[in-house]
């Protein structure tokens, strides 16, 4: 296969699969191709390539996420937003598996609450991840508020230590356009202190 990235600009995520089709496009490979793939450690880039040979193979790269897992889904996700793995950059469709991923959208909280049980299916990496691409306008438009909302649900859902912590100097500095509150950023860092953090910690 060739080293030129394939270009996801024109796939879109496939819609529900239709119940009555029990067979993805990642099942309907030839077993050798399926061998091949997995001995050899195909990156996203060639399966997008052979996504391209025929129709039935569309999803491919989209079925092979799902058909290997979280991580794999996560894996894809972060190729597409970093135009890594030989896929070009696709901000808007990492997006929309950061969002599969990370589960139900939060809502701001004006507290620090207790962690919480993770809502089933629910992948804590892909909540920072999305808060990152809110604070920054990456693959969506800015939106500060939706940002610390995320880093909100992997701090207290997604018991993330280091999200409490990067909450903690968000309002301690000032960060994103967010004022200036220094006893939420002590909140947030006795969140992440109590959970072992050392930068925490230090504060």
Same mark, same amino acid.
């Given at each position: 296969?060739?080293? %030129? !990235?394939? +270009?996801? %600009? ?16 990642? +099942?309907?490979?030839? %077993?050798?191709?399926? @061998? ?12 997008? !390539? ?5 129709? %039935?193979? !569309?999803?491919?790269?989209? &079925?092979?996420? +799902? ?5 794999? #889904?996560?894996?894809?996700?972060? *190729? ?29 909280? #004006? ?5 919480? =049980? ?5 992948? #804590? ?10 604070? #920054? &306008? ?10 610390? *909302? ?10 993330? @230590? ?12 000032? =960060?994103? &356009? ?7 950023? *002590?909140?947030?860092?006795?969140? &992440? ?7 925490? @910690?230090?504060?």
């Amino acid at each position: 296969l060739e080293e %030129s !990235k394939a +270009d996801f %600009s024109n796939f879109n995520k496939p819609a529900t699969t239709n119940p009555d089709d029990n067979q993805s496009s990642f +099942d309907m490979l030839p %077993s050798e191709i399926v @061998m091949k793939c997995v001995a050899e450690y195909a990156d996203w880039g060639d399966l997008a !390539k052979l996504s391209c040979v025929q129709s %039935s193979w !569309k999803g491919l790269v989209h &079925g092979a996420a +799902d058909h290997c897992g979280i991580e794999s #889904t996560w894996q894809l996700a972060e *190729a597409l937003l970093n135009g890594t793995n030989g896929l070009e950059r696709n901000p808007k469709l990492s997006i929309a598996y950061f969002n599969e991923l990370a589960g139900e959208q939060p809502e701001l909280r #004006t507290e620090v609450q207790n962690a919480n =049980e993770v809502e089933e299916g629910s992948f #804590t990496p892909a909540m920072r991840r999305l808060a990152n691409c809110y604070l #920054t &306008g990456t693959g969506v438009d800015r939106n500060e508020e939706k940002g610390i *909302a995320w880093l909100e649900k992997a701090a207290t859902e997604g018991d993330d @230590m280091e999200a409490a912590h990067e909450l903690a100097v968000i309002y301690e500095l000032g =960060e994103h &356009g967010v004022a200036v509150d220094v006893v939420a950023a *002590a909140r947030w860092f006795l969140h &992440g202190a109590e959970r072992g953090l050392p930068e925490s @910690m230090a504060e």
